[in-house]
Every structure is written in structure tokens, then in C-alpha cells.
């Protein structure tokens, strides 16, 4: 790829998420529609968006007003796109409700940790949202496939996983669980793409590279995970995703299913006046330093 197409690609990028961002806006005043709702035959990708993260708001107050304690898993193949729904979902929720995990490489504390102690401390409270971008689910598969954990640590997580996530269920919290599904010839596309855009080079790790060598293995680790920790009370929903768009729409408005919810009207706010002057004279402009004004 040229130098000329890398930077048109790499604006293009930029522009395409501002752009999106903007005509969401435009559309947030479209809250009043009823729900559960089928989406028109010829929707548009920014309209259905627009809905589903309004929805997302009046679950937000939901969840924050009734003290609900709610934790999503985003797990699946690498570039299988569980980073762009998170980021659809967050970018219009108040960061102090619904935040997102995403751990890094444990420490050498950590993993003489029992295993799940890491994440604990980021659970919700209650009034709270997280989405875990990446979970405990690392043991049953890189850590199983890449060798990073022995047989014996595999095996045990896969037998007292499902014993932990009824204790988070019985405890109140709804555990909703996501794998995201990409195909061999999609995730090689976008593993390209990565590698020439350096607005997205950062997504690409060498242990990604490396799992396009182990796709068979990671593949029958996934059927063990689901035959382990799929159960009526903590279940699996796959999300189709080789289309980014409609995967997007799809998770989004499953997610809005699974936790019950009432539109919240929001009280009537009133701005109060300004404080009335005392007379008190503030320092003068030449005293501060100011960002230069280069735009």
C-alpha cells in the first residue's frame, strides 16, 4: 500500500468515527419509541445505533437507581470485533456506571493467586455496569493453548468456573456472556488491515499472529470451554461477526433484553442563577499560561 493510500486510509478511519459519532447525536431525540421493537427491513446502520444506545441510557439510570449489579463478558477470536461493541455501547453512558475491564498479563503475585482473585475486585457494585473486555475465560483458552497454565489448572478451571459464576448469580449479579465469532478468512482480513493501518497496528499483539497458527486448537478449546461453562443459569450467546455493523446492532440490543427495564422520566432540572458579584477582583489574564490557539 502506497504512502499516499496508507494516510487517506488512516484519516478515513478517523473521519468515518467522528462522522458516526456526530450523526448519532442527531438522532438521540428519537427516545420515545416503544420496545421490544423489530428494525425496518431497509434500516440504517447510524439511526438503529442511535435507538439502541438511547435505550442503553435508560437502562443506565435503571440499573443505577435500583442498585442493580450487572456484568458482561466479551470474549471470542481475535479481531472478532468485541473492542467496537464495547466502544458503541460505553461512548454514551456515564463512565462512572458502566465501565469497562480489560486486564493485562498477570504478575508474578497475581498468578500465585487462586485464579480468579484478580477480578474480583472489579465485579460490580451495586449501580454499577462492567464490561469485561476479556475475563477469567483466559485460563480455558490462551493460557490452555499457548501453555501458559499446566493441565491440572486447565482441568480445575473448567470444573469450578461454573461454581464461581453461580455464586455471582445467587449473590444478584446478572452475568450476561458473549463469544464473538469470526471467520478464518475475516479474521486474516482484518489482521492485514491492522498491520497497515498504524491507527489500528496497536490492536495487533504477537500473540494474535500467533493464534492464526493454532486456529484448530483454539477452536476445540472454545467446544470444551462452551461443553464446561455453558449452563441454563450462566449461558453463552454467540454473536455472529463478520459483519462489524450488524454484529454491533445484534449484541446491543440482546444485551438491552437481558437485564428488565423501565423508561425512567428524568426530573425537571432548573439552572439556578449565578452567584451575584462581591466585588472580588481576579488575577490578571497575563499571570496564566494558555494552550496556543493553533486551530
Known amino acids: 500500500m502506497s504512502k499516499h493510500k496508507t494516510k487517506a486510509k488512516i484519516g478515513g478511519d478517523v473521519l468515518a468515527d467522528v462522522k458516526e459519532h456526530h450523526a448519532i447525536e442527531q438522532h438521540w431525540h428519537y427516545t420515545g419509541r416503544s420496545k421490544p421493537r423489530k428494525p425496518p427491513k431497509q434500516y440504517k446502520y447510524v439511526e438503529e445505533l442511535a435507538h439502541l444506545q438511547s435505550e442503553l441510557i435508560k437502562l443506565q439510570e435503571w440499573v443505577r437507581v435500583r442498585k442493580l449489579r450487572v456484568a458482561v463478558i466479551f470474549e471470542g477470536r ?6 467496537g461493541v464495547i466502544k458503541r455501547i460505553t461512548e454514551s453512558l456515564n463512565p462512572r456506571v458502566c465501565r469497562i475491564v480489560a486486564l ?3 504478575n508474578e503475585r497475581e498468578r500465585s493467586q487462586w485464579y480468579f482473585q484478580r477480578y474480583v475486585p472489579h465485579l460490580p457494585a451495586a449501580g454499577e455496569i462492567v464490561l469485561f473486555d476479556r475475563s477469567w475465560y483466559n485460563r480455558a483458552g490462551v493460557e490452555h493453548v499457548m501453555g501458559f497454565c499446566t493441565a491440572d489448572e486447565y482441568k480445575e478451571f473448567l470444573r469450578s468456573c461454573p461454581l464461581f459464576e453461580d455464586m455471582l448469580v445467587r449473590s444478584g449479579v446478572i452475568l450476561v456472556k458473549y463469544w464473538f465469532s469470526v471467520s478464518d478468512a475475516e479474521q486474516e482480513r482484518r489482521f492485514q ?10 490492536k495487533l499483539s504477537p500473540m494474535d499472529l500467533q493464534s492464526r497458527q493454532h486456529w484448530v486448537e483454539y477452536s476445540m478449546a472454545k467446544d470444551a470451554m462452551f461443553e464446561a461453562t455453558d449452563r441454563k443459569t450462566t449461558p453463552w450467546h454467540v454473536v455472529e461477526s463478520d459483519d462489524k455493523k450488524r454484529a454491533r446492532l445484534n449484541c446491543i440490543a440482546h444485551l438491552l433484553q437481558q437485564v428488565p427495564y423501565e423508561e425512567m422520566s428524568p426530573a425537571d432540572i432548573k439552572v ?14 497575563s499571570t496564566q499560561r494558555f494552550v496556543p490557539s493553533i486551530y
Open 193 to 202: 488491515e491492522r498491520i497497515q493501518n498504524p491507527i489500528k497496528r496497536w
Open 104 to 106: 493485562g498479563t498477570p
Open 272 to 285: 439556578p442563577p449565578r452567584q451575584k458579584d462581591t466585588g472580588y477582583k481576579r488575577p490578571k489574564m
Open 78 to 83: 481475535d479481531a472478532a470485533g468485541k473492542g
